[in-house]
T-cell receptor, first 107, second 113 residues
């Protein structure tokens, strides 16, 4: 079975503060991990994936297989980062999402 | 370019009535197709996925069913709606390669009264 856990429903930070959205997963095989974001009144869309090892909008995420984690980080939060963030795991054919974390950046 | 369309956008139905939500993808062939339900505090719950015509995998036993009558068409149905079926339903597609992102539709808001 594959499972994704996002322990925080809401994360509030001040503008300019660092951000870390936590994600832990459970999967017996070799997983592919993603972060998706949903801005207000927009479709859910891909933010980044672990195999690309890229930084998107200042966000990065590193897959830690030892800790089975894929935390999303940004050194300095911006107001436009306020959104709903979902961690997702793609196993064989199936994609499982976490419960999501709402990020609120306070001006 | 590829696009995904989902309809209706909103639907209000009485308890016990049937349901049909449709999703179509354009600009690609043989996509993997998915139905999710999005609920506050519960994230995206995978309901069904399909890797080909007539091939449906169910994740959650419930009052709903799915069908894929054509390569790029995915339908979510119910014969008799329950109050608990109310929610926001999302259709998504991905390429058939093992790795790949999901592309989501705009969603369908179902209210069962």
């Amino acid at each position: 079975a594959q499972r994704v856990t996002q322990p925080e429903k809401l994360l509030s930070v001040f503008k300019g503060a660092p951000v870390e959205l936590k994600c832990n997963y459970s999967y017996s095989g070799s997983p592919e991990l993603f972060w998706y974001v949903q801005y207000s009144r927009q479709r859910l869309q891909l933010l980044l994936r672990h195999i690309s090892r890229e930084s998107i909008k200042g966000f990065t995420a590193d897959l830690n297989k030892g800790e089975t984690s894929f935390h999303l980080k940004k050194p300095f939060a911006q107001e436009e980062d306020s959104a709903m963030y979902y961690c997702a795991l793609r196993g064989y054919q199936k994609v499982t999402f976490g419960t999501g974390t709402k990020l609120q950046v306070i001006p | 370019s590829q696009t995904i369309h989902q309809w209706p956008a909103t639907l209000v139905q009485p308890v016990g009535s049937p349901l049909s939500l449709e999703c179509t993808v354009e600009g690609t062939s043989n996509p993997n197709l998915y139905w999710y339900r999005q609920a506050a505090g519960r994230g995206l719950q995978l309901l069904f996925y399909s890797v080909g015509i007539g091939q449906i995998s169910s994740e959650v036993p419930q009052n709903l069913s799915a069908s894929r009558p054509q390569d790029r068409q995915f339908i979510l149905s119910s014969k008799k709606l329950l109050l608990s079926d109310s929610g926001f339903y999302l259709c998504a597609w991905s390429g058939t390669a093992y790795t790949g992102e999901l592309f989501f539709g705009e969603g369908s808001r179902l209210t069962v009264l």
